[in-house]
């Protein structure tokens, strides 16, 4: 009889327990499944022949990794952050010299690159035609921010004319709505209120560029920025649509001056597009920008400290841009398919940042730019490309050298890189 009892015990207290177990793995499993994993990486060798510096020396980049951190709180609320480690990232140590007199103490800068958060934000999740967004945001400008992992793009870097115009990655803080309309998420669109740029780094090679704030520790809000996308959505990742910009940037300024009372309002517009197959893709953009007051901004930025470190060049007044890009798959001509393919991709970007100048400001032809861009991506599998690239850039005007000869105006790099992407969903 006690056996019989001790058995029932047994089973019984074994149901339990693996009730128990099995009920605490599958609340773990619940949690981990509210977290997302995104990244992605580039790693790039560049070969320099450069007219316009003869002493610029080959390189290798580790140019950057991206980490997407994704949290649902609910299934209306998601919690979304970047994380960028740029040119293998920064840190310093401390080491003991030995050989100093009293044995001393060293701090040492390991690394030059940068690590940052690029994007800190909330999305509430309404309806598929509204939803909200607040924190530090990404700005959806052009087909950079659209094709933004490394494997969406043929070249080692993003197109020419967007990286020398805009924000490489524009984030800003604010608030976004955004929603797709229509059957089957025809249309979508992007809307931004945020904090505006800062006139103190506009210049002459990159317009408005180097306007954003992202290297102090707090941004300045006394001007605000509006922007907004509209998108018709074609099949895989393609689209055609436009996106817009508007703000002040003279009240941002790193301290107050004379301009703070002058309009140094930001405007710009693009037509952007995007069309990708099994076997070709093809993507191109124009981009055209107004700055008010341009020619009292230069005057003003002439006068900057150094401590500042910016370029305190003039700054135009218009600027124009716009580039077409397409590839082919040649493995696709290949009867037996696999997922490995081989794109063959050639390029052409042009761009003025000193398209249209105001006052005495002098348009100066050197950086009206033109960069013809050919070379091949071997996708290993979908998710590990092998790049490869030869540009020509040239620009409107011969260099001069420190003794004042002429010595040509293409800058010609051979580039040789990898990249990758991966999810954990």
């Given at each position: 009889?006690?056996?019989?009892?001790?058995?029932?015990?047994?089973?019984?207290?074994?149901?339990?327990?693996?009730a128990?177990?099995?009920?605490?793995?599958?609340?773990?499993?619940?949690?981990?499944?509210?977290f997302?994993?995104?990244?992605?990486?580039?790693?790039?060798?560049?070969?320099?022949?450069?007219?316009t510096?003869?002493?610029?020396?080959?390189?290798?980049?580790?140019?950057?990794?991206?980490?997407?951190?994704y949290?649902?709180?609910?299934?209306?609320?998601?919690?979304?952050?970047e994380?960028?480690?740029?040119?293998?990232?920064?840190?310093?140590?401390?080491?003991?010299?030995?050989?100093?007199?009293?044995?001393?103490?060293?701090t040492?800068?390991?690394?030059?690159?940068?690590?940052?958060?690029?994007?800190?934000?909330?999305?509430?999740k309404?309806?598929?035609?509204?939803?909200?967004?607040?924190?530090?945001?990404?700005?959806?400008?052009?087909?950079?921010?659209?094709?933004?992992?490394?494997?969406?793009?043929?070249?080692?870097?993003?197109?020419?004319?967007?990286?020398?115009?805009?924000?490489?990655?524009?984030?800003?803080?604010?608030?976004?709505?955004?929603?797709?309309?229509?059957?089957?998420k025809?249309?979508?669109?992007?809307?931004?209120?945020?904090?505006?740029?800062?006139?103190?780094?506009?210049?002459?090679?990159?317009?408005?560029?180097?306007?954003?704030?992202q290297?102090f520790?707090?941004i300045?809000?006394?001007?605000?920025?509006?922007?907004?996308?509209?998108?018709?959505?074609?099949?895989?990742?393609?689209?055609?649509?436009?996106?817009?910009y508007?703000?002040?940037?003279?009240?941002?300024?790193?301290?107050p001056?004379?301009?703070?009372?002058?309009?140094?309002?930001?405007?710009?517009?693009?037509?952007?597009?995007?069309?990708?197959?099994?076997?070709?893709?093809?993507?191109?953009?124009?981009?055209?920008?107004?700055?008010?007051n341009?020619?009292?901004?230069?005057?003003?930025?002439?006068?900057?400290?150094?401590?500042?470190?910016?370029?305190?060049?003039?700054?135009?007044?218009?600027?124009?841009?716009?580039?077409?890009?397409?590839?082919?798959?040649?493995?696709?001509?290949?009867?037996?398919?696999?997922?490995?393919?081989?794109?063959l991709?050639?390029?052409?970007?042009?761009?003025?940042?000193?398209?249209k100048?105001?006052?005495?400001?002098?348009?100066?032809?050197?950086?009206?730019?033109?960069?013809?861009?050919?070379?091949?991506?071997?996708?290993?599998?979908?998710?590990?490309?092998?790049?490869?690239?030869?540009?020509?850039?040239s620009?409107?005007?011969?260099?001069?050298?420190r003794?004042?000869?002429?010595?040509?105006?293409?800058?010609?790099?051979?580039?040789?890189?990898?990249?990758?992407?991966?999810?954990?969903?």
């Open positions: 009889m006690f056996s019989k009892y001790s058995l029932l015990f047994i089973l019984v207290f074994s149901f339990f327990g693996y128990q177990v099995d009920s605490t793995y599958i609340k773990k499993l619940q949690k981990l499944q509210k997302q994993l995104k990244a992605y990486g580039v790693v790039n060798y560049y070969n320099f022949d450069w007219d510096d003869l002493d610029r020396r080959n390189a290798f980049d580790t140019e950057r990794l991206n980490i997407y951190l949290y649902d709180f609910t299934d209306k609320i998601q919690f979304k952050t994380i960028e480690f740029e040119h293998g990232g920064t840190g310093v140590t401390m080491e003991l010299d030995k050989f100093e007199e009293f044995g001393e103490f060293e040492e800068l390991e690394a030059g690159g940068e690590v940052k958060i690029d994007q800190l934000n909330i999305l509430f309404y309806k598929p035609w509204l939803n909200f967004r607040a924190g530090r945001v990404r700005l959806y400008i052009g087909n950079a921010s659209k094709l933004d992992v490394s494997t969406d793009y043929f070249t080692g870097q993003r197109s020419s004319m967007e990286s020398a115009l805009l924000p490489n990655g524009w984030y800003e803080n604010g608030i976004e709505l955004l929603g797709d309309l229509g059957k089957n025809t249309f979508s669109y992007k809307a931004y209120l945020v904090n505006g740029l800062s006139s103190t780094g506009f210049t002459s090679a990159n317009w408005i560029k180097r306007g954003h704030q290297r520790e707090t300045n809000a006394e001007n605000l920025a509006i922007a907004g996308r509209f998108d018709y959505n074609l099949p895989n990742k393609g689209y055609i649509g436009i996106s817009g508007h703000g002040g940037s003279n009240k941002n300024r790193t301290k001056d004379r301009l703070e009372n002058v309009n140094g309002a930001v405007s710009l517009a693009d037509f952007h597009f995007n069309m990708e197959q099994k076997n070709w893709k093809l993507n191109g953009m124009v981009l055209y920008g107004n700055l008010q341009s020619d009292k901004i230069s005057s003003a930025n002439r006068n900057l400290p150094n401590a500042l470190n910016v370029k305190r060049t003039p700054v135009a007044k218009n600027a124009l841009g716009y580039y077409i890009e397409g590839g082919y798959d040649l493995l696709s001509l290949n009867k037996k398919r696999t997922n490995r393919q081989l794109f991709f050639g390029r052409y970007d042009y761009y003025d940042s000193m398209y100048t105001k006052g005495v400001i002098l348009d100066s032809p050197r950086w009206e730019r033109s960069v013809i861009t050919f070379g091949a991506n071997y996708f290993i599998t979908p998710h590990v490309v092998l790049k490869t690239h030869y540009a020509i850039n620009l409107g005007a011969n260099t001069v050298d003794n004042g000869n002429l010595i040509g105006n293409k800058e010609r790099t051979f580039l040789i890189g990898m990249a990758f992407d991966f999810s954990t969903k």
